[in-house]
């Protein structure tokens, strides 16, 4: 898939995470699957997944769906984690991922290689690179080292980035006046349907939903907390 053709399907639509953490109800290849079939009937243009179910997941997922496959990997909670080697990189785009999601920030990689590498190694393998980024400056330099898409996922999760509760929209809107040609991907807590909305407003050309569509036991807890109040 060429950079074009992943615009083409997603501009202006949703990408939805079908992902469960290790220990989640729903942590099974299988259910993941299904969770992927749901978010395309429902609309989405692309699915985002691998997380704690990895390759395996990827290849479940990319074999059963006619949409674009974000495919990543997590090792652990710290540092980088998100598809955080080249090899992992690699691993996903044989699963069959159109995209690998890759952690972008300026933290060190745990195989000592440079983002850039894995940038490289992708698109020889003949896939594309989603940035998974945190801040501005992370962002550009993501862009620089070739970065198909730059995605604001980790913004609120490093330590060079502001916890917050609310989806990082003004990060969103910086990366779209410095990169105004970029493929920019909103990603991180968004979760009402307003939110999705002002992302694409703020300048985003795609959003990623996941918690909010896909977590049956976080949608649950947000209703019974509501009663409580």
């Given at each position: 898939?060429t950079l074009d053709d992943f615009v083409r399907a997603v501009r202006g639509r949703l990408i939805v995470s079908c992902q469960a953490p290790a220990g989640h109800a729903l942590r099974d290849t299988a259910t993941v699957v299904r969770m992927a079939h749901a978010a395309v009937a429902g609309g989405a243009a692309a699915i985002r997944c691998g997380g704690v179910g990895g390759v395996?997941?990827?290849?479940?997922?990319?074999?059963?769906?006619?949409?674009?496959?974000?495919?990543?990997?997590?090792?652990?909670?710290?540092?980088?984690?998100?598809?955080?080697?080249?090899?992992?990189?690699?691993?996903?785009?044989?699963?069959?991922?159109?995209?690998?999601?890759?952690?972008?920030?300026?933290?060190?990689?745990?195989?000592?290689?440079?983002?850039?590498?894995?940038?490289?190694?992708?698109?020889?393998?003949?896939?594309?690179?989603?940035?998974?980024?945190?801040?501005?400056?992370?962002?550009?330099?993501?862009?620089?080292?070739?970065?198909?898409?730059?995605?604001?996922?980790?913004?609120?999760?490093?330590?060079?980035?502001?916890?917050?509760?609310?989806?990082?929209?003004?990060?969103?809107?910086?990366?779209?006046?410095?990169?105004?040609?970029?493929?920019?991907?909103?990603?991180?807590?968004?979760?009402?349907?307003?939110?999705?909305?002002?992302?694409?407003?703020?300048?985003?050309?795609?959003?990623?939903?996941?918690?909010?569509?896909?977590?049956?036991?976080?949608?649950?807890?947000?209703?019974?907390?509501?009663?409580?109040?």
């Open positions: 898939m395996p997941d990827v290849r479940a997922v990319a074999e059963a769906v006619d949409v674009p496959v974000v495919g990543l990997t997590k090792d652990g909670t710290e540092g980088v984690y998100i598809t955080p080697t080249v090899a992992a990189a690699l691993a996903v785009v044989a699963a069959g991922a159109a995209v690998v999601a890759v952690d972008a920030t300026q933290r060190p990689r745990p195989d000592g290689r440079d983002f850039a590498d894995t940038v490289a190694a992708v698109h020889e393998a003949g896939a594309l690179v989603m940035a998974d980024v945190s801040t501005l400056d992370e962002g550009l330099a993501a862009a620089h080292a070739g970065a198909d898409v730059i995605a604001t996922t980790l913004s609120g999760y490093t330590p060079h980035s502001l916890t917050q509760t609310e989806p990082d929209l003004a990060l969103v809107g910086a990366l779209r006046h410095a990169l105004p040609g970029a493929v920019i991907v909103a990603e991180g807590r968004y979760h009402q349907p307003s939110d999705v909305a002002r992302a694409v407003v703020a300048g985003a050309t795609t959003v990623v939903v996941g918690t909010a569509i896909t977590d049956p036991a976080w949608i649950t807890a947000r209703f019974a907390e509501a009663l409580q109040q």
